[in-house]
């Protein structure tokens, strides 16, 4: 671990980069997963990761389905990159576990006991397995682990809730931006449409919830099948739920009908960019939360199509965002009925 690195630059994790020199650790290929500390971090004890959806999509996919498979790959990037950072999808996750030791410089104001989940992306988290994810069988977004995380003085966590049991708040705590992000634009544009793509989904159902709450009053939930239009139909989440396939833009055109003034893309799987631009009104917004989003192709399909809409990357990170996205899955059933299932498959 490099030890000549400024505050400032330690406070990013500059120091804990082991190749290539000079870039942040979420660019980093390799970082540095000692678990012993310095005196501006915090180590936590793992005990449950959270793959995000794309990410685990695709390993599941690439695996073809064998869990097993998924299993060692998921240990061969994190024993090759000292964090899980998907190299296909670029994306990684969050996760849970106790403080086990604090720096006497640390900022975060975390104390040893605490059970927390991390806000920081495990893409830029340094990360080591000690127990071969033995408790895991490869077929699930939540892992068991046992192994430590480093949290850095820039690094954000969150107590864990008494009151929810712990993979539903793993599982709220890693889309958390998406409510979030999605308040603020339907607060900041006035808007009352407001359609969702993958909105039977975990942040999808998160997000419907908070744009009504943020004073939407046109609520579309487009979902890929029939099945989950039954789901987000008895949530009672959406004014109106119809079904296309998000990778396909014209399906999602039709099925949306009147363009909405925010879209927000809360699929798990690559090509929902021109679907989403489609979906939106001139003038209006979309919200790209997923990792499997194309800049290029979201960029350049717009202008094909000479859309005037602005795009935003959903920034996982929002003032307030943890407290605001647990509220909601507390406060909405409809949001539990969707998100519950999910966690206990
Ligand atoms: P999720 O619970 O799995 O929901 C995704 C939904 O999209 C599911 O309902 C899925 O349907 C649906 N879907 C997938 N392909 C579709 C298609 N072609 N047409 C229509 N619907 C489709 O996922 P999540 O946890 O909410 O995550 C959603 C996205 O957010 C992922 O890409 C994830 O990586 C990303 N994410 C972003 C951040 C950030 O900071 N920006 C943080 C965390 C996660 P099925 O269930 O039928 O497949």
């Given amino acids: ?17 082991l190749e290539p020199p000079g870039v942040l650790p979420q660019a980093a290929r390799r970082l540095d997963p000692d678990p012993a500390i310095g005196p501006d971090e915090v ?24 869990g097993a498979a998924v ?20 994306s990684g996750g969050m996760l849970i576990g106790t403080v086990d030791a604090v720096g006497p410089e640390s900022p ?51 107590v864990l809730p008494d009151d929810l049991p712990d993979p539903v708040s793993l599982a709220v705590l890693d889309v958390c931006g998406a409510p979030a992000a999605t308040a603020r634009v339907v607060r900041r544009t006035a808007a009352r449409s407001v359609a969702v793509l993958g909105a039977a989904g975990k942040s999808g159902c998160l ?13 579309t939930g487009l979902v890929r099948d029939e099945p989950e239009a039954a789901a987000l139909t008895a949530a009672g989440l959406a004014d109106r739920v119809v079904v296309a396939d998000a990778t396909d833009p014209l399906a999602v055109a ?17 090509g929902a960019e021109h679907g989403a ?10 919200v790209f939360f997923s990792m499997a989003t194309s800049f290029p192709a979201a960029a350049l399909g717009a202008e094909g199509m000479a859309a005037d809409v602005t795009m935003l990357i959903g920034n ?18 409809g949001v539990r009925a969707l998100i519950d299932p999910r966690v206990a498959a």
Wanted: charged share 15%; hydrophobic share 50%; aromatic share 2%.
């Fill in 1 to 17: 671990m490099a030890t000549d690195v400024a505050p400032a630059q330690r406070a990013l994790g500059v120091h804990r980069v």
């Fill in 43 to 66: 180590r936590l004890a793992v005990q449950r990761l959270n793959l995000d959806a794309a990410s685990f999509r695709q390993l599941r996919e690439s695996c073809g389905g064998n």
């Fill in 71 to 90: 299993r060692a790959a998921v240990l061969g990037i994190v024993a090759a990159r000292g964090k899980m950072q998907n190299p296909v999808t670029g």
């Fill in 108 to 158: 975060l104001g975390l104390r040893v006991g605490q059970r927390v989940a991390t806000l920081v992306s495990l893409t830029l988290t340094p990360l080591a397995l000690t127990d071969g994810l033995a408790g895991w069988d490869g077929r699930t977004e939540q892992v068991p682990a046992e192994g430590t995380a480093i949290l850095f003085a820039r690094s954000i966590a969150a």
């Fill in 207 to 219: 997000s419907l919830a908070a744009a009504r709450a943020a004073g939407a009053t046109d609520l």
């Fill in 254 to 270: 039709a099925a949306v009908g009147a363009p909405a003034e925010v879209t927000v893309v809360c699929v798990d799987a690559p």
């Fill in 277 to 286: 631009v489609l979906a939106t009104a001139a003038g209006g917004t979309v």
């Fill in 316 to 333: 996982g990170y929002t003032p307030g965002h943890a407290a605001l996205a647990l509220d909601l899955y507390r406060s909405t059933p």
